[in-house]
C-alpha cells in the first residue's frame, strides 16, 4: 500500500521546486532591469547636468525630508514631479525660475507652516537640481502618484 510521500519523491519536490523559483526569480529580475534600462528611464537625455544635480540632491540629503517617487521622507513634498506641479510641461522657462527662486527664498518663516533650510546653493547648482527633477518627471512611474499634488 501506498505510504503517500516517499522521501525521495519530497526530496525532489524540494529541489525541483527550489530550482523552479530561483529561475523564476533571476527571469523576473532580468526583466526588470531590461524594463528600467530600455522603458521607463529616458536615457537619451540623462545628461551631465541631470547626473550632477543628481549629487547635488544627495550632497545636502534632500530625501531626509522629501521623497522621490515614493522612496524618502515624508516630511516634505514629493518632488518626482515637482517639476510638472510647477506647470514646467507647459511654460519650461517659468518653472525653472520658479524652482530656483522657491530654492532661494527658504526658510519662509511663515508660522505654523513646515520649513525648509536654506542651502545656499549656486546659480550652477539650482539648475544642475532643476535639470535632475525635469529629468525624473520624465520616468514613467505608470501613473504614480495619481495626482500632481502627491
Ligand atoms: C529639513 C527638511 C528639508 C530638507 C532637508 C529639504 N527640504 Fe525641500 N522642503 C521642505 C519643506 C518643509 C517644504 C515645503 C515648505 C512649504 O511648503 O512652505 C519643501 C519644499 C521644497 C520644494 C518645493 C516643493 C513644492 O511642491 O512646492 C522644493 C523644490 C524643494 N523643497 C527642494 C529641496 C531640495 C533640492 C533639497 C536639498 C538640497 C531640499 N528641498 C531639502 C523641507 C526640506
Not at 519530497?10 to 527571469?27: D, S
Not at 523576473?28 to 540623462?46: P, R
Not at 542651502?119 to 525635469?134: G, I, S, W
Request: aromatic fraction near 12%.
Amino acid at each position: 500500500m501506498s505510504e503517500g510521500l516517499t522521501k525521495s519523491a519530497a526530496r525532489n519536490i524540494f529541489y525541483g521546486g527550489t530550482a523552479f523559483f530561483v529561475i523564476l526569480f533571476a527571469a523576473l529580475a532580468v526583466h526588470s532591469h531590461l524594463y528600467i534600462v530600455n522603458t521607463s528611464t529616458d536615457q537619451a537625455t540623462l545628461t551631465e547636468a541631470v547626473v550632477r544635480g543628481k549629487h547635488v540632491w544627495e550632497r545636502h540629503s534632500c530625501i531626509n525630508c522629501h521623497s522621490l517617487l515614493g522612496e524618502g521622507a515624508y516630511f516634505a513634498p514629493e518632488l518626482g514631479n515637482v517639476w510638472v506641479r510647477y506647470g514646467g510641461r507647459d511654460h519650461p522657462v517659468g518653472a525653472r525660475m520658479g524652482l530656483k527662486a522657491w530654492m532661494q527664498a527658504q526658510p519662509t518663516g511663515a508660522a505654523g507652516r513646515r520649513q525648509m533650510p536654506q542651502f545656499n546653493l549656486t546659480d550652477q547648482e539650482l539648475d544642475d537640481l532643476v535639470d535632475f527633477f525635469e529629468w525624473t518627471s520624465r520616468i514613467d512611474t505608470q501613473g504614480w502618484p495619481p495626482n500632481t499634488s502627491g
